[in-house]
């Protein structure tokens, strides 16, 4: 099966830029989710949607960040204005039928570098 | 508030020595618990993870880990590493049905030929 897509993998942009990123999840995955790992840290969960409803935003920092996950499959990221903090890897996974045991798939993941 | 902690940032070994990757979480409640293995150039996989029953689990590539309630620990042991094991190991938790799953900073492995 095919896995998690993600684009792009890299981007470069100066801080007070906007930036998207985009998610497919693996077909038929209903829960997704977005995580920003850091250099030298592990990742951290921003969002969690289960089809196209959120399950947890509590730490996404909703003053630049959003997140939507339209007819509930893929996804997309946004942040507006970037910080010389979001500097990260942008990590999207998802996971079938109940959450809590399955494993979740991650995609390459997006490399942002901001100036 | 809930953490992960993993013991080694950076751990070097040759080839056929035992690798043994510590993981300790603070939640004293019920707890699903994983550990993932992000190889170069590669996506994060689940290597094994562990729910309930047997507290010893075995996962791919001849890992095992050892849940011990009391100690809040979930280590990661392979008895004989090869080249190829050479990747980044993160231990991760998850404490609610949702499945939210927060990790450790990760273990930096590198075996030599």
């Known amino acids: 099966e095919a896995g998690v897509a993600q684009s792009p993998r890299y981007k470069i942009i100066e801080k007070r830029q906007s930036v998207a990123f985009w998610c497919n999840p693996i077909?038929?995955?209903?829960?997704l989710y977005w995580y920003q790992q850091i250099l030298g840290q592990g990742p951290k969960l921003l969002i969690q949607?289960?089809?196209?409803?959120?399950?947890?935003d509590s730490q996404l920092p909703k003053d630049r960040f959003s997140a939507e996950r339209l007819k509930g499959v893929d996804s997309t990221l946004k942040i507006q204005p970037a910080k010389l903090e979001d500097s990260a890897v942008y990590l999207c996974?998802?996971?079938?039928?109940?959450?809590?045991?399955?494993?979740?798939?991650f995609g390459p993941g997006t490399r942002l570098t901001v100036l | 508030a809930q953490s992960v902690s993993q013991h080694n940032h950076h751990v070097i070994l040759s080839e056929a020595a035992s690798l043994e990757l510590g993981c300790n979480y603070s939640?004293?409640?019920?707890?699903?618990l994983f550990w993932y293995v992000q190889y170069p150039g590669q996506h994060l996989q689940l290597l094994l993870k562990?729910?309930?029953?047997?507290?010893l689990v075995k996962g791919i590539k001849g890992f095992e880990a050892e849940f011990i309630k009391s100690k809040f620990s979930f280590n990661l042991r392979k008895p004989s590493v090869q080249w190829s094991d050479t990747a980044e190991y993160f231990c991760?938790?998850?404490?609610?049905?949702?499945?939210?799953?927060?990790f450790g900073a990760g273990t930096q492995v590198v075996v030599t030929p």
């Open positions: 996974a998802s996971s079938d039928r109940d959450p809590s045991y399955n494993e979740q798939f």
């Open positions: 077909s038929g995955h209903a829960t």
């Open positions: 949607f289960q089809n196209n409803g959120v399950v947890d």
């Open positions: 939640y004293g409640g019920t707890v699903n």
């Open positions: 562990y729910f309930s029953g047997d507290p």
């Open positions: 991760a938790v998850t404490t609610d049905s949702w499945g939210k799953l927060q």
